[in-house]
């Protein structure tokens, strides 16, 4: 059993940054595989970028060069780093852990606008 919670969202002007990160409860952490998910309003929600457990990780073609995803296994955390937020970034973003099944935290909202 794993519990995720997100955090260090909130609003930022087009440009800016803003770095997510998603703190894991439960055990074998190490053997997850580890992504960010993000959905705009009215939209379906949508991979955003993924880290596995052998250190490979992925992006959305939209984020690529912007955002990079990491994590700290010993402190049982995964991060995502925004850099250069755009209006369209605006979202709610959520962590999922996936490991035979998945899990998922609450969300953190991320709102770019001037």
């Known amino acids: 059993q794993v519990q995720l919670v997100e955090s260090g969202g909130g609003l930022v002007q087009p440009g800016g940054s803003l770095r997510l990160s998603c703190a894991a409860s439960?055990?074998?952490?190490?053997?997850?595989?580890m992504a960010w998910y993000r959905q705009a309003p009215g939209k379906q929600r949508e991979l955003v970028a993924a880290?596995?457990?052998?250190?490979?990780?992925s992006y959305t073609d939209s984020v690529k060069g912007r955002f990079t995803i990491s994590r700290d296994n010993a402190k049982m955390t995964v991060f995502l780093q925004m850099n250069n937020l755009k209006p369209e970034d605006t979202a709610v973003y959520y962590c999922?852990?996936?490991?035979?099944?998945?899990?998922w935290g609450q969300g953190t909202q991320v709102t770019v606008s001037s």
């Open positions: 439960g055990r074998n952490f190490n053997f997850y595989n």
């Open positions: 999922q852990a996936y490991w035979g099944r998945d899990y």
């Open positions: 880290s596995t457990n052998v250190g490979t990780t």
